[in-house]
C-alpha cells in the first residue's frame, strides 16, 4: 500500500539546523497532504508542519519561523528544514501522508499512514 521512511535526524548543539526528509512508496495515486508531527517522552504528539499538494503550509507556533516544510512531488518526499534549533524542539519526530493508493482496479484513501520516526536531539 504506502510506505512512509523518515531520515535526517541526529544530535544538534542549540542554534544548530538539521534537514528531515519523508519518502513515500508504494501504489500511489496522489498525495493530498504531507506533515511532520514530533513526541518527546511523557507528551502527546503534536503537529510540527503539514503541506497539501495545492501548496498551503500550517505550522506550530512553537516553530513558525524557524522550520520550513516542502515536496518534492517528483521523488514522493517531503522535507522539513529545521534551523535555530532550541532544546524544546527535542523528540521523535514521525512523518504522516494523506494519500489516494491503488490496489487492482480500486483506489483507497488513507489519512493515517505513518513513518517509523527519527530521533531529533538538540543539546543545550
Known amino acids: 500500500q504506502v510506505q512512509l521512511v523518515e531520515s535526517g535526524g541526529g544530535l544538534v548543539q542549540a542554534g544548530g539546523s538539521l534537514r528531515l526528509a519523508c519518502a513515500a512508496s508504494?501504489?500511489?495515486?496522489?498525495?493530498?497532504?504531507m506533515g511532520w508531527y514530533r513526541q518527546a517522552p511523557g507528551k502527546q504528539r503534536e503537529l510540527v508542519a503539514t503541506?497539501?499538494?495545492?501548496?498551503?503550509?500550517n505550522y506550530a507556533a512553537s516553530v513558525e519561523g524557524r522550520f520550513t516544510i516542502s515536496r518534492d512531488n517528483a521523488k514522493n518526499t517531503v522535507y522539513l528544514q529545521m534551523n535555530t534549533l532550541k532544546p524544546e524542539d527535542t523528540a521523535v519526530y514521525y512523518c504522516n501522508a494523506d494519500v489516494t493508493y491503488s490496489r487492482g482496479s480500486f483506489y483507497y484513501r488513507s489519512d493515517d499512514s505513518w513513518g517509523q520516526g527519527t530521533q531529533v536531539t538538540v543539546s543545550s
Open positions: 503541506t497539501t499538494s495545492g501548496g498551503s503550509t
Open positions: 508504494g501504489s500511489i495515486f496522489s498525495i493530498n497532504a
